[in-house]
């Protein structure tokens, strides 16, 4: 059997999660090779910070803190090589959406239609106009604005106070109405139309790796479209920057038509051939 | 109001003091992008995190009378984003402790002086004076003497940075 995309992404995200209980509680038993959570991992003197704290970070004190540039830049070079693969692969919350959006094919049969295009349009507008107001926000305010709502941060915080305080906190709130909406209002709906963090990495998107339709094998079943949770349509070639390379699409492509381009970063390197 | 929905709604008192290193409220409540890893290397478990319900939410605090703050200087070290710089334990500034003259053993002519001996800066933050009294010299703020001082309500009490003048 081929193994699939989803045969790797699903343990890997489920990996991320495991990871993210297993350090609070190998820290309590003073193993601190690797410590901190989503918004800052340390391990061996190496730091990497979420791109969008150190960003909101940076202009809320308004002072420029060139190592937490450093630090923020892992994130921002995976996205230019590898598209959003934040989205599909490390998210916890993108793991949970997942989940809701299972629960939604459940409960309504009729959610596996595709958005219209025009939807699609909005929502991207809709995420940059979420992003550049929690920007401005965090510049005028002078406080993080994006770090209150932002869902990875409270998972892993909840995390994080479960597993080191034996508290739950209140914020726990937010997961849930984000869940809910993403059941009953609309398919995926933080992730589409909201998300600041998946908003900030797309805008990073352009030379990365992306999907690709070999137009000569593509029957323009359509299943790609339906399929994919972000509301791409691969079948019409509109794979645009809201596209989180789960491979959802490639998978269930019943003629395999679809697949994996390499960045085009590398495409302009010429090969050397020995 | 059931007590466990209180508690979620709380998270926030106003005499909880800031991890050390913090440079003013304003810049930590700026900088901070309430990743926890301040608390996840806190070795007495001192740093909290604020609960949903106030601008406070998501920032460290240290509660001096659940468990003090013993100025291991850890914290400072990991934060990511420099909301804690790297300080010496005497540039600390937390807050100022004070010594409620009415209640304190000590000052009604007992023999206590917990907090003298207990002090991470001993001699420096707090001192004798010549009756054997604890008097407040260049308080840090680390809450360790009210952690430890025996009457109830305490005789010594640490006003946060925030709020001194």
Redesign the interface.
């Known amino acids: 059997m081929k193994l699939s995309y989803q045969h790797y992404r699903r343990p890997f995200q489920f990996a991320i999660l495991g990871l993210l209980i297993a350090?609070?509680l190998l820290?309590l038993l003073k193993v601190?090779a690797v410590?901190?959570?989503l918004?800052?991992i340390?391990a061996a003197g190496y730091?990497i910070?979420?791109a969008l704290?150190?960003l909101?970070?940076m202009l809320?004190?308004r002072e420029i803190?060139y190592?937490?540039l450093l630090?923020a830049s892992v994130f921002i070079l995976l996205a230019i090589f590898l598209g959003r693969v934040f989205c599909g692969w490390i998210c916890p919350q993108g793991l949970l959406s997942e989940g809701g959006d299972k629960l939604r094919t459940r409960f309504f049969k009729s959610s596996r239609k595709p958005d219209s295009l025009k939807r699609y349009y909005s929502g991207r507008q809709f995420l940059l106009a979420f992003l550049g107001a929690g920007l401005l926000a965090t510049f005028l305010m002078?406080?993080?604005v994006i770090?209150?709502i932002c869902p990875i941060?409270i998972i892993?915080?909840e995390l994080?106070?479960g597993t080191?305080?034996y508290k739950i906190?209140?914020?726990i709130?937010i997961i849930m109405i984000i869940l809910a909406a993403d059941v009953f209002v609309a398919r995926r709906g933080w992730c589409r139309y909201i998300c600041p963090v998946g908003a900030f990495y797309s805008l990073f998107t352009m030379f990365g790796m992306k999907v690709k339709r070999d137009q000569s094998s593509c029957v323009s079943c359509g299943t790609c479209q339906r399929i994919c949770s972000m509301g791409n349509s691969p079948v019409k070639d509109e794979i645009v920057k809201t596209c989180i390379n789960c491979g959802d699409c490639i998978d269930n492509c019943p003629e395999g038509a679809l697949s994996f381009e390499k960045p085009s970063l590398f495409k302009s390197i010429p090969v050397i051939k020995g | 109001m059931p007590s466990w929905f209180e508690r979620l709604f709380k998270g926030w008192s106003d005499t909880n003091i800031r991890p050390p290193g913090a440079r003013s409220e304003k810049h930590l409540l700026a900088t901070c992008i309430k990743c926890g890893r301040c608390m996840m290397v806190c070795p007495y478990q001192s740093i909290k995190i604020a609960d949903w319900g106030s601008k406070y939410y998501g920032t460290p605090y240290v509660d001096p009378d659940a468990m003090p703050c013993y100025l291991c200087m850890k914290c400072p070290e990991v934060c990511p984003t420099g909301s804690l710089s790297t300080v010496s334990k005497e540039n600390v500034q937390m807050g100022r402790a004070h010594v409620v003259h009415d209640t304190c053993l000590s000052w009604q002519d007992d023999l206590c002086n917990l907090c003298y001996k207990r002090c991470p800066l001993q001699d420096k933050a707090i001192d004798l004076n010549d009756d054997l009294q604890p008097v407040i010299k260049n308080c840090v703020g680390c809450g360790v003497c009210t952690y430890v001082c025996p009457t109830q309500p305490k005789s010594i009490v640490i006003t946060p940075q925030r709020n001194l003048s």
């Open positions: 350090i609070p820290n601190d410590q901190g959570m918004c800052s340390g730091e910070t979420c704290g150190a909101q970070s809320a004190s803190n190592s937490l630090s002078g406080i993080p770090c209150y941060g892993c915080r994080l106070q080191m305080l906190g209140g914020e709130i």
